[in-house]
């Protein structure tokens, strides 16, 4: 069992739905990342949260250290907004499989 | 601009040749790392450095192969051993004992 799990792995959402990726952790870690890769394969760092609830922009991330769990949510979504995005958590720098979304206008 | 840099973005080699991907930055980190990503999974690590002439193996490092002579550049050589090379190559790095890692373009290499 891999130790980040992402759900759900594809994802297709209309312009201006609201989205959430949820990202589930097998072992304790002091901080966890959400990263974003667009189809050119390049990696940018979204969030690194330890605790609570983090906001930037149209996204929000939010982790919940007892339950092993994290979400990403973007509002008001956008084509642009089309991309993978993977969970990592900072115990050797472990990756979940990504999540595909995909924003139809 | 400060970034991580590696080069070539798509590389073709014949079964059997060794092949070295390129990863420079230029951020003043003292750790680098190469990943291997596959459809459908998570990145693996297959090597990293902490500091210059050092390094250690990751969970993939069968068939690979890296030096760290200078702080800026860690090159990864992918060797005839490595059974399936065929991958896309991430390179990150990072400032010593900081979790947050900034990574590279990727280089997709295809075996042939």
């Known amino acids: 069992k891999n130790e980040v799990e992402q759900s759900p792995q594809n994802l297709t959402a209309q312009e201006g739905e609201f989205i959430t990726i949820n990202c589930s952790y097998s072992?304790?870690?002091?901080?966890l990342h959400w990263l974003q890769q667009h189809p050119g394969g390049g990696i940018v760092s979204l969030f690194m949260l330890s605790s609570g609830k983090k906001k930037h922009g149209r996204l929000i991330a939010t982790i919940n250290i007892q339950e092993k769990h994290s979400s990403l949510h973007i509002t008001a979504s956008h084509p642009r907004d089309s991309a993978v995005y993977i969970c990592a958590i900072n115990n050797d720098m472990r990756f979940g499989a990504g999540t595909r979304l995909t924003v139809k206008p | 601009d400060g970034g991580i840099t590696q080069s070539p973005k798509y590389l073709f080699r014949k079964e059997g040749q060794n092949v070295t991907l390129s990863c420079e930055q230029n951020?003043?980190?003292?750790?680098m790392y190469w990943y291997r990503q596959d459809p459908g999974q998570g990145l693996r690590l297959i090597y990293y450095?902490?500091?210059?002439?050092?390094?250690q193996k990751g969970d993939i490092a069968e068939g690979y192969s890296v030096s760290r002579e200078k702080k800026e550049s860690f090159p990864l050589t992918v060797t005839s051993a490595q059974k399936n090379p065929t991958a896309f190559y991430l390179c990150?790095?990072?400032?010593?004992?900081?979790?947050?890692?900034?990574f590279g373009p990727g280089t997709r290499l295809t075996v042939l």
């Open positions: 072992v304790g870690i002091s901080a």
């Open positions: 951020l003043n980190h003292d750790a």
């Open positions: 450095s902490q500091i210059v002439n050092d390094f």
């Open positions: 990150a790095s990072s400032m010593w004992g900081e979790n947050e890692q900034f």
